[in-house]
């Protein structure tokens, strides 16, 4: 199979993790993209690159069908392009431990939708049936309630862990008003985003929350700052799972727990996700020594996260405080 895709090193950043936590990313530790990723030779069938840990199994999914050609007698032509996009994210800044949305992701090809759910109408002019049709999508797209279906078609990642455990999948946003779904496929709904499932990480732009503004003293004014917990654009509707505020590109961490034998599905709708791999610790497997009390350390001393980014005592997961882990829940 003929390889097209390129990746080129930038900022990139090794995941830190402790002996349990399994790893997977779509770089290999010099940053060029793995060998898996090689499209389909069937433009009529799907791109699948299938990998696994030691619990956990999962396929990224492009194409094979991106749109159907408007304007031609049902049955409609479908456009097929099932090629992968490999794509990098670059430091806006230095030094490199504090570069914006230090790593790698690989874009599919086409929506995500349900191709069953796929009807056609017919072209009006002046009142009068043209005798042509175009695709109407409306119960094509993912609803979060499940209703709609999972999709089959288009971009989207699926993962199965055998354990229960702590999830945490690095995607790319590429447009911040549009929904991202972490979805089970025992009944197709939606986890709560906010609160079954944590995005944390990056927004691009200016148009986001107070809490997203580096400080003018930071020499990193001016440049979007790790978010700890982003929360959605509101809690009504489509809002609900819209990370952050701003029409703008996200780099993020998508953080849940998994349950064992379940299959979950990520995916924008009505357009496509970045993917960059994901970190996976199974429950009751953290293997980190000196855990201590959080009341036990000293308040004035900086924090940080497993990532070596500074954060707030507020920040939910494994700290290091003066030389100690500790857990906070």
Request: net charge negative.
């Amino acid at each position: 199979m003929k390889k097209i895709f390129t990746l080129v090193a930038v900022a990139s950043m090794a995941w830190c993790a402790n002996a349990q936590t399994q790893t997977w990313s779509v770089a290999n530790a010099d940053g060029t993209l793995k060998d898996i990723y090689v499209a389909n030779e069937d433009p009529n069938k799907a791109s699948v690159v299938e990998f696994s840990t030691a619990n956990v199994t999962g396929t990224h999914v492009s194409g094979p069908i991106a749109d159907y050609i408007n304007g031609k007698t049902t049955p409609l032509e479908p456009k097929v392009d099932n090629s992968w996009g490999a794509l990098q994210i670059k430091a806006l800044c230095k030094p490199e431990s504090d570069a914006v949305a230090p790593f790698y992701y690989v874009q599919g090809k086409g929506n995500p939708v349900n191709l069953s759910k796929v009807t056609w109408e017919e072209i009006m002019t002046d009142g009068e049936g043209t005798g042509e049709y175009r695709a109407y999508w409306v119960d094509a797209y993912y609803n979060p309630d499940g209703s709609a279906g999972l999709p089959g078609n288009g971009t989207y990642i699926t993962l199965k862990a055998d354990v229960a455990g702590s999830m945490k999948v690095n995607v790319w946003i590429n447009k911040g008003s549009r929904d991202i779904y972490v979805v089970k496929a025992s009944d197709a709904k939606a986890l709560a985003l906010g609160s079954e499932v944590i995005a944390s990480g990056y927004i691009n732009g200016q148009n986001n929350d107070a809490n997203n503004e580096t400080p003018e003293d930071s020499p990193l004014f001016g440049y979007p700052r790790f978010q700890d917990n982003i929360a959605p654009k509101d809690s009504e509707g489509s809002d609900a799972y819209v990370v952050g505020a701003g029409n703008q590109a996200a780099w993020v961490y998508l953080t849940f727990d998994a349950a064992a034998n379940e299959t979950y599905y990520i995916f924008n709708k009505n357009t496509q996700v970045g993917f960059g791999g994901f970190e996976f610790t199974p429950a009751g497997d953290s293997a980190i020594d000196n855990i201590i009390a959080n009341d036990e350390l000293d308040a004035d001393a900086p924090i940080y996260n497993v990532l070596g980014q500074r954060v707030t005592k507020e920040y939910k997961g494994i700290l290091i405080q003066n030389g100690k882990k500790f857990i906070n829940k």
